[in-house]
């Protein structure tokens, strides 16, 4: 069976009782390390589970998802996320992949940033549609965000956005060239998201990322050592 397990938001002992039995009897342990970023090392994770832990990158994930789901019809394989699951369509991607190879699948949920955002003081079901913030180049500036902000602003809605990472990441040269060099990490950070909604304004002039109308509110998510 295939097991995708959600590890929550903050540390190690985030998991559940449920996923820590299950992966403290697996055959094998993935975790997925490029949608989101983990808050703890791999190291920790080992130490806490007693057994190794193996980093799925995108390239394993996306391309090679027959390596992880090997054996899976005959013994049980964990698939680790930062979060819920379900926070990404790639995650979608590799349990539809394992149904069609009649492998069983089991979710284990945990916390994700969709629902921890309620931190900021802000009810949740006032949130309209969720958006992501892509890094901007020189010949590529997605606006597709400055829609559906403006959509939720319309019926009074917040917006939540979701920043970018960038993670064992090729340049297009590198990509067109076959050559198997990879990018620093890339974070972005909430200036520079603001930044990007602003150019996008300047360029648009419709009103959708504003200043006057757009309040931008950051809420870095503590657990153990919560502030106001």
């Known amino acids: 069976m295939l097991y995708c397990i959600g590890l929550g938001l903050s540390?190690?002992?985030?998991?559940?009782?449920?996923?820590?039995?299950?992966?403290?009897?697996?055959?094998?342990?993935?975790?997925?390390?490029?949608?989101?970023?983990?808050?703890?090392?791999?190291?920790?994770?080992?130490?806490?589970?007693?057994?190794?832990?193996?980093?799925?990158?995108?390239?394993?994930?996306?391309?090679?998802?027959?390596?992880?789901?090997?054996?899976?019809?005959?013994?049980?394989?964990?698939?680790?996320?930062?979060?819920?699951?379900?926070?990404?369509?790639?995650?979608?991607?590799?349990?539809?992949?394992?149904?069609?190879?009649?492998?069983?699948?089991?979710?284990?949920?945990?916390?994700?940033?969709?629902?921890?955002?309620?931190a900021c003081g802000l009810q949740l079901y006032n949130f309209g549609q969720t958006v992501s913030m892509v890094f901007f180049t020189e010949t590529w500036k997605p606006s597709s965000f400055y829609d559906k902000i403006r959509e939720n602003a319309k019926i009074g809605l917040h917006s939540l956005i979701l920043l970018d990472i960038k993670v064992k990441e090729q340049s297009e040269e590198n990509l067109a060239r076959g050559k198997k060099i990879y990018e620093p990490p890339r974070y972005m950070t909430v200036s520079q998201c603001a930044s990007q909604m602003l150019a996008t304004e300047e360029l648009r002039q419709e009103g959708g990322g504003c200043p006057l109308n757009i309040n931008y509110r950051y809420c870095q998510m503590l657990t153990l050592n919560s502030r106001s």
């Open 11 to 118: 540390d190690e002992k985030d998991i559940t009782l449920k996923g820590l039995d299950i992966v403290r009897r697996a055959e094998r342990v993935y975790l997925e390390a490029y949608t989101s970023i983990l808050m703890v090392s791999r190291e920790k994770l080992e130490e806490f589970y007693g057994r190794e832990v193996i980093i799925a990158d995108r390239e394993l994930v996306e391309s090679d998802s027959d390596v992880i789901l090997k054996d899976a019809i005959s013994t049980d394989i964990v698939f680790l996320v930062v979060g819920d699951p379900f926070g990404a369509t790639t995650h979608l991607d590799l349990l539809l992949r394992a149904r069609s190879l009649q492998i069983p699948v089991k979710t284990i949920h945990n916390a994700s940033i969709m629902n921890a955002v309620g």
